[in-house]
């Protein structure tokens, strides 16, 4: 058969980092012992407690459509945990839960964006962001963050790229994949850039909310006058280890739960029940397991940054969350270690998976191409044998 192929389809870019991974499988698979530092996944296990929970929902029969969005002891639960944590009150009717915080965002993208509105994203930014808003047909304005400012955002720089098409904003704290994390006094400033222009959304990725190492977590959605303006969007993903589980939602106005109500019931109705159902004692049950985690992690941030910075000609900031470090690679640009020349990030990441071994995902589709993202959710041991191969590999480039 003919390929018959959409023009959406044929521009899109498959994810970088799922790439990588699965080239670093491959290579795996033929024997070569590949140090994976690509992908974005806690290596812990999803807390017993929550396994428990799933199980018991199964014997219950949990096994049928839940509501579209979302089985409400879940929405109820997200609300408590909106409060607790962040001071902000929402009902089961603002909560949207979804087969994944990637689900969420891009309900909310196809909520509001229309061919030709504009979107300022942060950057760099999560790979999918570029993709899903290229689905919208709106046309994506990055905002770029300097790694000489610890890849944080100016807000004078939002200022100047607002426009009357602009009709959101899109960002990440702690970031994915610089691992940078606003303060509230930065927050509250893009709130002061944004606050006369009230027809723009905020969309707020907190995925990473948990994953903090300094300061405290502060959502725009906290600000005076935005929470009825801005789509938070948080999960279980990345703070209890539940990846697999594809368990994320969307916590904002009614106006916008229900547009997100109304495309996931077209595209996959509701998320599975019984993981809705032990994801609702997550927040309650699994607390401990959270803080065991992120002190594993922070371990890992010192040893990882200690290593990193013996490594010649890598600008590289101390990320403040996530578990990610997304050095400046440009300084081996142009380099060769007399087989192959260094001209890309691409190149580059591809020169240390061949060579070195270690899989890590190129800038570009970060929106950052002088850089690479490592991801530090490794054990020590992997991580230490990662950056020694690393570092050999790149002092071979000259």
């Known amino acids: 058969m003919i390929e018959s192929l959409s023009e959406r389809v044929r521009e899109m870019q498959p994810s970088a980092t799922l790439a990588m991974a699965a080239r670093a499988r491959e290579m795996q698979a033929q024997g070569i012992s590949v140090i994976n530092l690509s992908l974005g996944e806690p290596d812990f296990t999803t807390p017993q407690v929550i396994c428990d929970a799933a199980k018991r929902a199964l014997d219950e029969g949990y096994t049928h459509y839940p509501p579209v969005p979302g089985l409400l002891e879940l929405r109820e639960s997200i609300c408590r945990k909106l409060q607790r944590d962040n001071q902000l009150h929402y009902t089961p009717q603002n909560i949207v839960v979804s087969n994944g915080a990637k689900q969420s965002i891009a309900n909310v993208l196809l909520s509001i964006l229309n061919p030709d509105d504009e979107i300022i994203v942060f950057a760099p930014y999560w790979v999918s962001y570029s993709e899903m808003v290229r689905l919208t047909g709106a046309r994506m304005i990055p905002l770029h963050c300097e790694v000489s400012n610890g890849y944080l955002p100016k807000p004078q720089a939002l200022k100047e790229l607002i426009t009357p098409k602009t009709k959101a904003v899109l960002y990440s704290s702690p970031c994915n994949p610089t691992g940078a994390a606003f303060s509230e006094e930065l927050v509250r400033e893009i709130a002061e850039v944004l606050r006369p222009h009230p027809h723009i959304v905020v969309i707020s990725d907190e995925i990473y909310e948990y994953i903090r190492y300094e300061g405290q977590h502060f959502s725009i959605a906290q600000v005076e006058g935005f929470q009825e303006r801005t789509a938070l969007i948080n999960g279980f993903s990345k703070g209890f280890a539940m990846t697999g589980w594809r368990l994320g939602y969307m916590a904002g106005p009614e106006w916008l739960a229900r547009a997100c109500t109304k495309i996931q019931s077209q595209f996959t109705s509701g998320a599975h029940a019984y993981g809705q159902k032990a994801a609702a004692i997550a927040y309650k049950a699994a607390r401990e397991d959270v ?74 589709p970060f929106g950052a191409p002088r850089c690479i993202r490592i991801s530090y959710a490794a054990s020590e041991e992997d991580i230490t044998t990662a950056m020694e191969r690393m570092d050999k590999a790149l002092r071979a480039l000259q």
Do not use: W
Request: with cysteine; net charge neutral.
């Open 291 to 364: 803080h065991t985690m992120v002190d594993a992690f922070r371990r890992r941030r010192s040893l990882i940054m200690k290593l990193i910075e013996a490594i010649p000609h890598l600008e590289c900031p101390t990320p403040q969350g996530a578990f990610y470090i997304f050095p400046d690679v440009s300084a081996y640009f142009g380099k060769s270690n007399g087989k192959r020349v260094i001209h890309t990030s691409e190149d580059l990441a591809m020169y240390l998976l061949e060579e070195a071994h270690v899989a890590t995902v190129p800038g570009t």
